[in-house]
């Protein structure tokens, strides 16, 4: 279609007057109730078995998908020995494999299938449990046949074959892959609402002679991940959009962007005029073979104004949520969302403006598989001296191979950085070097995003980092023993989930581990979960139950600080009213709280949480032997499902360094940038025997030894070095063998001080 710049100002004036219809249409879909239960069935062989093999036949479908309300694939998934849940398509041979997490994924349901039977089959290895499978019911699609409608006389819209353009299900709409570090997708906001999007399918094959849509292989179809759907719903022109992510193919392993290879650049819509076209891509519904497949067709930009986009291109319902495309830029402008044209030519057609303040809300601010970067970093910032410290940080998204940064320094310079290790789920382990007594380390995380480039934790960094300080340890408790809690104390009334120390069993909203690493198993939850019960069984009913700890002796410290590990979860119903607070007293009759989680917000959707605080900053507290913290968890709101947690209480307090490994000589910068530290910790009595020496800011993988000498020295660079012989009179080297600085670039030794040091000339 050609248009005058006159016949666009008619446009414009038409749009106005014609009210503007959501263009949603959901696959024609058939629910019916399909119950089977296995029963719970080991593999008791020697090999790889198929323990549980039936068939779910639908009569006259098109096409099926089936639900479950149980399935419990035994082993251990992250070992590989989890069962897999294997459903296969008896009319094309289509197959999903699944493991539990992939089930939990897929919200207990499977990816769309051709044909009215499906196989279900587990297959598990010997020796590793029972397994079931409890089917609830399926849907299904009967033949149909849809009328369709456009702009003007004549329906354009061409087949077309863009790898960004997806459909979605069962809410029959159209979505698209932006280039946002996620990759993630855009729709309708009306889209998201009723039914709303749990699937979303690429490689969309031709639909039958009589509409019926076909699916594409499991293998092209990928579930939405619901923690991380932002949208408002829809509320008219202009203001309609969804965004929201998926996980990766359980079959492929890919996310839809390594499968896909490319998706949607961004921009800002284009002025009217100079030619500036709208192609609009999408799965709207046809006749025949064309229904729900991709089409796309190219119209004139009619106006751009506030967070309207308005055009003259051909679509039709389901083409909800398709992509707007500047033409000449081929790239994303707006959410296709609402029809204004008719056949007789007058009309617009909309969508909603990329800019639209709620979209840019939901790309600066991701949720579930759409964030992308470094999340659940380790941020200590108390240390031992001269030990080195475990640190971690979750990786969410695909990095360049060994990109995966901790950079440290031990004084002001430059950072040395060391590559992490992976141990699994996307979390990289280091260690941060040991700190003399009365020091301190800077340190920060790096890694090079596929998507996004090079993103860093503190964001900013190198100008911004974490710091840590060399604190020393009052107390630590892991609770693995008893040692003087109370567990319900007088004014307590819940009816259930009481605390109790325990080894967890595990809900969507317990822990089923405590925090303590292995082996330590106990901690305080709020009521041991039945074995076989449901999420709400043992959770805190009718009221609060409180926990407090033993006393604490904190006289004598200079500025303590207490810390511990907290679980709680609230947001497992749609009831988010109750709160867990946490007080602290210096005499046991007067309380001051320290924090409220909750009802909403972070740390409310459980998760191991450490929070530490000084207790100097809470107004009126002083540091006396009858210090003691409580936990109140509380159901006082409409019955909701509470669950809460405790474990490894400590208290740190500034290091009053005793003397031992003073610096004394002047250090000089070597090749890693840093000036080398020795220090040292123990006892100042030599019959204690308990000294250990500790050398930091090192290049790594060198090689060296301690010398030793009953002489304070000072030799400048001597033969020759680059650092400064601190030593005098007569020297000798300590018996134990030379070591090697490694990835820290540090080493330590503990020394035995009942065995003398050699003497020169050996």
């Not at 399935?71 to 020995?81: I, R, S």
């Not at 849940?85 to 494999?97: A, E, F």
């Not at 700190?435 to 995003?449: E, M, T």
């Not at 409180?546 to 006289?555: A, C, E, I, K």
């Amino acid at each position: 279609m050609a248009f005058s710049h006159s016949l666009t100002t008619t446009w414009i004036c038409l749009a106005v007057a014609v009210p503007a219809a959501a263009q949603s249409r959901q696959a024609p879909t058939l629910t019916r109730e399909h119950v089977h239960d296995t029963g719970f069935i080991a593999n008791t062989h020697t090999t790889e078995e198929i323990v549980i093999s039936f068939t779910v036949h639908a009569k006259d479908a098109r096409w099926m998908r089936l639900y479950f309300d149980d399935v419990q694939l035994a082993g251990d998934v992250l070992a590989g020995t989890g069962s897999v849940l294997r459903v296969t398509s008896w009319l094309d041979g289509d197959v999903q494999t699944m493991n539990a997490i992939h089930v939990e994924q897929w919200r207990s349901s499977t990816a769309y299938f051709n044909g009215d039977m499906l196989q279900v089959e587990v297959i598990a290895q010997p020796g590793t449990g029972h397994n079931r499978v409890v089917t609830r019911a399926y849907d299904m699609g009967p033949a149909v046949s849809e009328q369709a409608s456009q702009c003007g006389p004549t329906d354009d819209r061409l087949p077309s074959t863009d790898p960004r353009a997806a459909r979605t299900l069962p809410s029959g709409c159209s979505s698209w892959m932006a280039d946002d570090c996620g990759h993630c997708f855009f729709t309708a906001g009306h889209c998201t609402d009723g039914s709303g999007i749990t699937v979303v399918q690429f490689n969309v094959p031709p639909s039958q002679p009589n509409g019926s849509i076909v699916n594409p292989p499991a293998s092209d179809q990928y579930s939405v991940d619901a923690s991380s759907m932002q949208t408002n719903g829809g509320q008219g022109a202009g203001n309609d959009w969804g965004y929201f992510g998926v996980f990766p193919n359980p079959n492929t392993g890919l996310t839809p962007f390594e499968a896909q290879g490319a998706a949607y650049g961004l921009i800002a819509p284009p002025p009217v005029g100079g030619g500036n076209e709208i192609r609009i891509t999408g799965y709207g519904v046809d006749s025949g073979v064309r229904n729900k497949v991709q089409q796309t067709h190219v119209g004139p930009l009619v106006t751009n104004s506030g967070t309207t986009v308005r055009y003259v291109t051909d679509t039709e319902p389901a083409n909800s949520g398709s992509v707007v495309i500047w033409e000449q830029m081929d790239m994303a402008v707006a959410i296709h969302g609402h029809g204004g044209c008719s056949t007789d030519g007058s009309g617009s057609n909309a969508g909603t403006s990329i800019l639209h303040p709620g979209v840019q809300g939901a790309l600066n601010a991701p949720t579930g598989v759409c964030l992308v970067g470094l999340s659940d970093v380790s941020a200590p910032s108390n240390l031992t001296a001269g030990t080195p410290t475990d640190v971690s940080v979750t990786v969410n998204g695909t990095t360049a191979p060994g990109s995966v940064l901790l950079h440290f320094r031990l004084s002001a310079g430059a950072f040395t950085q060391v590559a992490m290790t992976s141990v699994g789920g996307g979390v990289f382990a280091a260690q941060l070097p040991g700190v003399p007594c009365g020091g301190s380390i800077d340190y920060y995380y790096s890694a090079d995003f596929q998507s996004c480039g090079l993103l860093t934790a503190p964001s900013g960094a190198p100008g911004s980092f974490f710091t840590a300080v060399v604190l020393n340890v009052i107390a630590s408790d892991d609770l693995e023993a008893p040692s003087g809690w109370t567990a319900g104390v007088a004014g307590d009334n819940a009816t259930t989930g009481v605390w109790e120390r325990v080894n967890p069993i595990g809900t969507a909203a317990q822990p089923e581990d405590d925090h303590t690493p292995a082996p330590g198993t106990l901690c305080f939850v709020t009521g041991q979960q039945p074995a076989g019960g449901t999420v709400g069984s043992n959770d805190v009913d009718g009221g609060s139950t409180t926990l407090v700890s033993p006393t604490l002796d904190l006289t004598g410290t200079n500025d303590p600080r207490i810390g511990y590990w907290r679980w709680y979860s609230n947001d497992q119903n749609a009831s988010i009213d109750d709160t867990f607070v946490v007080d602290i007293t210096d005499d046991g009759s007067i309380w001051r709280n320290v924090e409220v989680v909750g009802p909403g917000g972070p740390g409310t959707s459980g998760g191991w949480i450490f929070h530490d605080f000084r207790v100097l900053d809470i107004p009126g507290m002083s540091l006396t032997n009858q210090v003691q913290v409580r936990f109140v968890a509380s159901d006082l709101g409409s019955g909701s499902i509470v669950e809460a947690g405790v474990d490894d209480l400590g208290i740190v307090d500034a290091t009053v360094c005793d003397g031992i490994g003073t610096a004394y000589c002047p250090a000089v910068v070597n090749s890693s940038g840093n000036a080398a530290e020795i220090s040292a910790t123990g006892s100042i009595a030599v019959a204690d025997n308990d000294v250990t020496l500790a050398t930091t800011g090192m290049p790594p993988g060198e090689f060296g030894y301690y010398l030793t000498s009953q002489t304070q020295g000072l030799v400048m660079q001597p033969g020759g070095s680059s650092g400064n012989l601190c030593l005098g009179g007569t020297i000798g080297r300590y018996i134990q063998d030379v070591q090697n600085t490694g990835v820290t670039g540090s080493f330590e030794l503990v020394i035995d001080l009942t065995s003398l040091p050699l003497t020169p000339p050996v």
